[in-house]
């Protein structure tokens, strides 16, 4: 049974770069119909969709965020991991990898992405 | 960029149906999708592709998307489905597009 497990630091500084790694087993990272992103939720708010990845390095990013977010891929680990830079108390949140699932729209012409795997979430705090 | 709206809240009667809705411009020429979130838990796709459900959720689950808005109807509401629910599309510009969820109270 697949399954994704986020790392990374609970605390991080205002101004400081905020670096977590999901981890994924059971499973191939590797594998064409799949990519692999991160979403977050404020406390008490919403879900806000950050960005995404293949392992062959293509990547999609909110736009919103783009400016301050590198995801990447290691294959040879099964990981994939997010940088976002410049944080501050804004960017407190959970913070949830996932699988995102490619189905072809015959009519938009382009791949609809949804997230059907998700890890059990990492709470990043910015404070000083 | 693409935008989702969906109530606050809804409240149901235990045995009852539940409606949630989701607007969007032309969202049913999308596919839409639903996700359930209890509280300290990460969230749970309920339903794909408008209709579809994945393995393992119950079959009072389903969906709808026609017009500008998409539905999650949940039958015979149990005290169990009471959470958040977000859908959730796709656009060629914004991507990855959440509601801004809703809460489902069973009372």
């Known amino acids: 049974q697949l399954q994704l497990q986020e790392s990374g630091p609970g605390l991080v500084k205002p101004s400081e770069t905020l670096s977590l790694t999901c981890t994924v087993s059971?499973?191939?990272?590797?594998?064409?119909?799949?990519?692999w992103g991160w979403i977050r939720q404020p406390p008490g708010k919403g879900l806000e969709w950050i960005g995404s990845?293949?392992?062959?390095?293509?990547?999609y990013y909110n736009p919103s965020l783009k400016s301050r977010v590198i995801i990447s891929v290691d294959t040879s680990k099964n990981q994939f991991s997010l940088k976002l830079r410049s944080v501050t108390a804004a960017d407190t949140a959970v913070y949830y990898c996932?699988?995102?699932?490619?189905?072809?729209?015959?009519?938009?012409?382009?791949?609809?992405?949804?997230?059907?795997?998700w890890g059990k979430g990492t709470t990043v705090t910015v404070s000083s | 960029s693409y935008e989702l709206t969906q109530p606050p809240s809804v409240s149901v009667s235990p045995g009852q149906t539940a409606s949630i809705t989701c607007s969007g411009d032309?969202?049913?020429?999308?596919?839409a999708y639903w996700y359930q979130q209890k509280p300290g838990q990460s969230p749970v796709l309920v339903i794909y592709?408008?209709?579809k459900r994945p393995s393992g959720i119950p079959e009072r689950f389903s969906g709808s998307n026609s017009g500008n808005t998409a539905t999650l109807t949940i039958s015979g509401t149990q005290a169990m489905d009471e959470a958040d629910y977000y859908c959730?599309?796709?656009?060629?510009?914004?991507?990855?597009?959440f509601g801004g969820g809703t809460k489902l109270t069973v009372l």
């Open positions: 990845i293949h392992y062959t390095g293509s990547t």
């Open positions: 959730q599309t796709w656009d060629s510009i914004t991507y990855v597009v």
């Open positions: 996932a699988r995102h699932y490619g189905e072809w729209h015959s009519k938009d012409y382009y791949y609809y992405y949804y997230m059907d795997v």
């Open positions: 592709q408008n209709t």
């Open positions: 059971g499973g191939s990272i590797s594998t064409t119909s799949y990519y």
């Open positions: 032309k969202l049913g020429d999308k596919y």
